[in-house]
């Protein structure tokens, strides 16, 4: 009985591409092109950025994709992705600004509140 293999390339959402992979090798027809795979490895690494980016950067690196889906160098997949990665961050520093804001209106926990207020702005590489 001949058993099939499933292509060995993550996709950007870090589940593995379901299509089979080619006979003799470890990939599907669309990622044996090492370009694809290139590619693939790029926004995967993006998006494992941006849970630690802070608001400026989400936007500039928006802005970017919304750029490169239009002019066809991010495939859809890879936008949908980086998009909802960075709707999930943009989540968080919304609940971390409302949590900082409450703690400003409770002056007694509030040690270092104005620290915690201020927008750090992490130069984009
Ligand atoms: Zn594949």
């Not at 593995?16 to 693939?40: I, M, V």
């Not at 409302?98 to 002056?107: D, G, K, M, R, V």
């Amino acid at each position: 009985m001949p058993t099939v293999r499933l292509c060995a390339e993550i996709l950007p959402t870090g589940s593995q591409c379901r299509q089979f992979a080619l006979k003799g090798h470890p990939w599907c027809h669309a990622h044996y092109q090492p370009y694809r795979r290139e590619l693939n490895a790029d926004t995967r690494e993006i998006v494992a950025m941006i849970p630690a980016m802070d608001l400026f950067t989400v936007t500039l690196m928006l802005a970017n994709t919304v750029h490169t889906l239009r002019t066809k160098e991010t495939p859809p997949l890879h936008a949908q992705a980086i998009f909802d990665a960075s709707a999930a961050r943009l989540e968080r520093l919304l609940e971390e600004q409302a949590l900082a804001a409450l703690q400003n209106a409770n002056p007694v926990r509030s040690g270092n509140s104005q620290q915690q207020n201020g927008l750090q702005v992490v130069p984009m590489k």
